[in-house]
């Protein structure tokens, strides 16, 4: 049903089964692109966020329930992209390829897109990393939003001084949120102030501004022509966006008349209104209460999940039982912007590598280091002190560290020959026990 397997004992299986089936068949084809013709791990790893990713949580309010099950067939089949992106051995574990990749967890992304989902439609469980729950911003659904009743609004750019004037600014400062509009009429200024929640965007103090502005024009000088300044060009342009559906923007432009006139005007040029607004919306921020409530902007939100995604991950990383410790020395925080997508380089931040130590540890073959100058011989020993290797080592001092190593082109190309070379000499390097 619309891409969506149901299953009778509705634990969603099957439906991963199949999306991960489709995936796998994509990823090989990547793949053997990435040998043919040089596709980079790192390319991979944008393809794989921008659309393999996409096909695997596909409706996952649907059909992702969190069960165990669930979580490590995900993993599974993630498992095959990380592996493909870092070039790692295959026994290196989910979790230092996640953090070495940049990859979250795709449960994670799983239960995340169903809280946003939940959120959307103000579903009370929105349990997502014990988030609690959010009040969003509200929307209007889409079948509300009639295009032929659609008009443009006009604003210009020129500001006035005739009839009843209006300066409206939006500021946040410290975390507190605050709107203001400033009035002159006839000789007269008055000014307006009031503080947001905290949650609040500067765009919707901009467009609160406007709003209230409106309304207090409406009530007071109900024939007068009212010209509104405000410096937000994105509410503006918000205001002429049919698509928008941001509940000030859609009062605002129900409440115009031609009685009403919108200007835009340059913030910080010394327009006397303007610095008049800004200072009070400054002021507004600062007051003792909130004086209007409103939801939390759908960016907002998404960023907080985003946060509280990559929390969780970092928890999981951090767990002390938990497989990939090595890699955990060496990357103590989760990131999305990391990217390994070397074979040697992964080898060097999870040891997992041709090195003896590696080989005993999978009984693969019960060997040492020729050189005899330490029992551990794992990779580490080869970048940093295998006197065998010693000709080729000039940059790298036993005290860089792997990062240094690695942030630095020339110290990364001298560990990656060091590291080519046990692979081409296993036979004069290695010595069965
Ligand atoms: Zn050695």
């Keep these: 049903m619309l891409g969506v397997i149901l299953d009778d004992q509705l634990n969603g299986l099957p439906h991963i089964n199949q999306t991960g089936e489709k995936m796998i068949r994509i990823l090989n084809r990547l793949t053997i692109a990435k040998h043919k013709r040089g596709l980079s791990g790192k390319v991979l790893k944008v393809l794989y966020k921008r659309t393999l990713e996409r096909i695997l949580v596909y409706a996952a ?3 992702w329930t969190g069960s165990n099950a669930q979580t490590s067939k995900l993993l599974s089949i993630q498992r095959k992209v990380l592996l493909a992106v ?14 070495s990749s940049g990859i979250e967890p795709l449960d994670l992304v799983c239960a995340q897109e169903t809280a946003w989902y939940h959120i959307k439609k103000s579903c009370v469980d929105t349990s997502f990393c014990s988030s609690g729950r959010f009040q969003m911003e509200r929307t209007l659904p889409v079948f509300l939003r009639v295009p032929s009743s659609w008009t443009l609004v006009q604003w210009d750019r020129i500001p006035t001084f005739q009839d009843l004037v209006i300066f409206t600014d939006g500021s946040k400062i410290n975390g507190q949120v605050g709107a203001a509009f400033c009035t002159f009429n006839k000789g007269a200024v008055q000014e307006h102030q009031y503080r947001l929640d905290d949650h609040c965007s500067v765009f919707q103090a901009e467009a609160v501004a406007i709003k209230e502005a409106i309304k207090w024009a409406a009530r007071h000088f109900p024939q007068s022509n009212c010209n509104i ?17 941001n509940d000030q923007i859609l009062w605002i432009r129900s409440n115009l008349n031609d009685k009403i006139a919108l200007h835009w005007v340059k913030a910080h040029i010394g327009i006397e209104g303007n610095e008049a607004a800004d200072r009070a919306a400054k002021n507004a921020t600062t007051k003792p209460a909130i004086d209007i409530h409103l939801g939390i902007p759908q960016n907002t939100i998404r960023s907080h999940l985003k946060e509280l995604l990559q929390k969780e991950w970092q928890k999981r990383w951090d767990d002390r039982e938990a497989k990939g410790r090595f890699t955990h020395a060496i990357f103590p925080s ?13 080898q060097a931040v999870s040891n997992h590598g041709l090195c003896p130590q590696f080989l005993r ?22 970048i940093y002190r295998c006197p065998l290797l010693g000709h080729l080592r000039e940059r790298i001092k036993p005290s860089t560290p792997i990062l240094s190593i690695l942030s630095h082109p020339a110290l990364r190309e001298e560990m990656r020959s060091l590291l080519k070379t046990v692979f081409g000499n296993e036979r004069d390097i290695f010595q069965d026990n």
Aim: charged share 20%; with cysteine; net charge positive.
């Design 61 to 63: 309010p649907a059909w």
């Design 361 to 382: 540890r999978f009984n693969l073959r019960n060997c040492s280091c020729r050189c005899g100058e330490d029992n551990l011989d794992d990779i580490h020993h080869y």
């Design 334 to 346: 989760v990131s999305r912007t990391r990217c390994i997508f070397n074979k040697y380089d992964i």
């Design 229 to 245: 300044h405000t410096d937000s060009l994105s509410v503006l342009m918000a205001l002429q966006n049919p698509l928008l559906k």
């Design 86 to 99: 870092t070039g790692a051995f295959r026994t290196t574990s989910t979790l230092a390829l996640q953090t």
